[in-house]
């Protein structure tokens, strides 16, 4: 078995970004759903998506889809699946689910469902009483969408989003592949200066870094397909060395990170420390009032405090305001804020946002606002 049919899933609204990243590793001819990007691949494929795709929340491969009208037609067909092709008969199996506008309405029966008719075929198949569950963990997930079952197999475990190097992160910290995805809808290159005034333990910026260094985000921890035997751990070692042969030498960017608490700052610090970029980053201690805007083109990239955080508006409001009294007068500054306050753009009268986007941070729903800068003048030099 070398070919299979993988699901990258995503944030709703960042569909666009992980495509060019899966075309940027060489895939193409996908299978474009909201929060779903279906493409074939190879067994080998699974460890470079994992390691390399920075926008992205899991790597999954599919088993089936089918319509699933009732319980025993779900039972049944997820049954005629080849689980023991993937799964070990020492397994420690587990199942999630979610149905929407389904006649299958319990996500409860549904995954118990689905997970005895797995523990019959492997049983089955590979002639035993039952599985002892100390070996390697497989996470299988039942959606049914309209009648329609998709099985697949979780390859990542814990969350793309979960890279390894934060420390600590604050209140309501952004996900680190949110921020990858705000930098790369941005047009930041690393000769360009970047700045987030608001910088909270530096993700946005220590993403930055990354994608400037050409650093895999996800080279600092482990998946849980790393233990299927199915996928070799030559593969592993391999998309591992190929991706850190890739990563290009520190020195030259210009991001600059500023926050008003000392700990956020202290601790963004020990994230970038932790991420290999502490020294493609200067982070300082300073209150937003307090910054002095010299050059004439740069890029903030800012996921400012909005009310989930702070839990009062009208805390908010001298923030926009000092937002938009330093860059007024900077049309080379481009900036782009992500915020759950719609209130933002009645404060930032620079112009209207060039683009909206709705994202999500987790569960909160947030907008992105996009205001373009003048580009500079050919062979102008910009700091």
């Not at 092709?85 to 149905?99: F, H, N, R, S, Y």
């Not at 790393?226 to 290009?248: C, G, N, Q, T």
């Amino acid at each position: 078995m070398d070919h299979v049919k993988l699901v990258v899933t995503s944030t709703f609204g960042l569909e666009a970004v992980i495509k060019r990243e899966l075309q940027d590793l060489g895939f193409d001819k996908f299978s474009v759903v909201d929060g779903r990007i279906e493409f074939d691949a190879l067994v080998a494929d699974i460890p470079r998506l994992n390691i390399h795709l920075r926008s992205a929340d899991r790597v999954l491969v599919k088993l089936g889809e089918f319509p699933a009208m009732d319980f025993g037609e779900l039972f049944d067909r997820t049954k005629e699946l080849p689980w023991e092709e993937w799964i070990t008969p020492d397994a420690k199996l587990t199942v999630v689910g979610k149905c929407v506008r389904s006649q299958l309405e319990s996500v409860r029966s549904s995954q118990s469902i689905a997970h005895k008719a797995v523990i019959e075929r492997l049983k089955s198949k590979f002639n035993i009483d039952w599985l002892s569950g100390t070996g390697p963990e497989y996470t299988i997930q039942v959606a049914i969408l309209k009648d329609v079952a998709h099985l697949t197999l979780d390859t990542s475990g814990a969350g793309l989003h979960k890279r390894g190097y934060r420390v600590s992160t604050g209140e309501v910290p952004i996900r680190e592949n949110l921020a990858a995805a705000m930098v790369q809808l941005t047009f930041w290159k690393k000769d360009r200066l970047l700045m987030d005034p608001m910088c909270g333990s530096g993700t946005i910026l220590i993403e930055a870094a990354m994608i400037a260094r050409n650093m895999a985000p996800g080279l600092k921890r482990v998946f849980d397909a790393e233990h299927w035997p199915v996928v070799k751990r030559s593969f592993w070692d391999d998309a591992r060395a190929k991706a850190v042969a890739m990563i290009l030498p520190s020195g030259g960017l210009k991001i600059l990170g500023y926050d008003i608490d000392p700990e956020r700052i202290k601790d963004a610090r020990a994230n970038a420390k932790k991420a290999g970029v502490a020294d493609d980053i200067t982070f300082e201690c300073k209150d937003i009032n307090d910054l002095w805007i010299h050059e004439a083109h740069g890029i903030v990239i800012s996921n400012p405090p909005y009310g989930v955080k702070l839990g009062s508006l009208k805390e908010l409001t001298p923030i926009y305001i000092t937002i938009h009294n330093m860059f007024k007068n900077k049309p080379g500054w481009s900036l782009y804020i992500l915020t759950a306050d719609g209130r933002f753009p009645d404060f930032f009268k620079r112009a209207k946002p060039d683009r909206v986007r709705k994202l999500f941070n987790g569960t909160i729903e947030v907008n992105y606002y996009q205001y373009h800068g003048e580009r500079p003048r050919e062979g102008q030099v910009v700091a």
